[in-house]
């Protein structure tokens, strides 16, 4: 039962306490203890029904605000924890792709005999020579 009814039981108790009074003025004694007695039971029902849904209501109130704290964590967390971590996978797959230049067919002759004659690979005599070239770039020692 929730706290709308449990109090409409409260106050009809309150007045069936009211009739009893009258009825024990007007001397009527049988009638004045059935309303009393009425009133008591009906009474201590709504008072035991409101504090009963009062302590449910509460209760689900608490669950509630526990479970929108929960989700307001959740929403502050998750989808920047889901960014970062996107954004962290989509530069590690743009550092680990490798750039594409296109070489003259002249260049691209004396790129591959100067790998044949060192025994490396052509990305590292490219990586080296750009390195060595390019302003503001560390030289790499051989």
Known sequence: MSQIPASILVLAA???SL??????ANSSRQAAVMLTLAAIGIGLWGTISLVAAT???REMLVDS???????DQILERGPLKSL????RQILKRHE??????QLSSEVQDQLSTAAKL????????????????LPGTPSRVA
């Open 14 to 16: 309150s007045i069936f």
């Open 19 to 24: 009739a009893a009074h009258s009825a024990n």
């Open 55 to 57: 302590m449910k209501e």
């Open 65 to 71: 605000q526990a479970r929108l704290d929960m989700l």
């Open 84 to 87: 970062s971590k996107a954004t």
């Open 96 to 101: 680990e792709q490798p750039s594409t230049i």
């Open 118 to 133: 060192s025994g490396r690979d052509q990305n590292e005599i490219l990586e080296e020579a750009l390195k060595r070239n």
